[in-house]
Each structure stands twice: as structure tokens, then as C-alpha cells.
């Protein structure tokens, strides 16, 4: 039997919270977003169902941040301040994972990600699909 790539461990900077994830594409797709609280947090992100977000330790401590309309609900350590996980605004079944946040994963593990147009949102700007607003690049210095 295999284990699923899928299932991730993670926690915050100072271990308080800690969590297991389910990743509902992987790390295939991360995404970052452009608007106001995403673009100062600078998380690249990916998705899971709520039911496939599980804290192992910290539920007691978390904190959450709300903004704007208050739907999405940004959660992370009120001690040491690290964002790990938010419930989507724009598909509010799904939690949006800060991947730095995974047990020996990193931002920079990806060459490209998108980026997804937060700053225009679907919900604020008529409705449709969210967009991509451009994408981020990285690539590492010679040595």
C-alpha cells in the first residue's frame, strides 16, 4: 500500500498549532493572491476541503482574523503571529493552506506561481470565475 502524496503535516513557527492536511490537488497547483491581507502576508497557497484540515495541536490557541466582508477567516498563531491556514471567501467549503507552513516544503520550491486577482474580486466585481492576475517566478542565484 502507498501513502497518499496528498497528506501533509505542518504547524505554525513556534509549534503551538499544528495541523494535517489533505491537499486536494497536491502541491501541484499553489497559488498566491493579490488582495490587500494576501499581498502584505505573501503565502503561497493550496487547497483542501474543510473536512480534510485537521489541528493535531493549538485548536485552543488559534486565532482568527476578519476583514472586509468577514467571510473569510484567516487563522493563524497568536504567539509567534505565522498565518497557516484560511477559509476561503470565494469558496468558503475549502481552506486555502500556507505551504511554507508543510513539514519540509518552502515557497521556493515552485518556479511559477500564479497569482489570483483578490484585489478584483469576483464577489465585489459582478460575479464570474476568479482570475489570474499574473504570475511569480523564482529562480535561484548560481552558486
Known sequence: MTEDARIHHGGCHCGTVRFTVRLAE??????RCNCSYCRMKGAV??????????LTAGADAIA?????????KHH????CGIHTHHQRRFDPTLYAVNLAC??????YDFAEVPV???????????GGAMRVA???HYAPAPE
Do not use: E, K, N, W
Request: with cysteine; hydrophobic share 40%.
Open 102 to 107: 508543510l513539514d519540509g516544503v518552502s515557497p
Open 26 to 31: 497536491g502541491l501541484d497547483r499553489p497559488v
Open 134 to 136: 499574473g504570475h511569480l
Open 64 to 72: 482568527t482574523y476578519q476583514f472586509h466582508s468577514g467571510a473569510a
Open 116 to 126: 489570483i486577482d483578490g484585489s478584483r474580486h469576483p464577489l465585489d466585481h459582478g
Open 45 to 54: 497557497m493550496a487547497f483542501a476541503p474543510l473536512a480534510d484540515l485537521a
Open 76 to 79: 493563524f498563531c497568536p504567539r
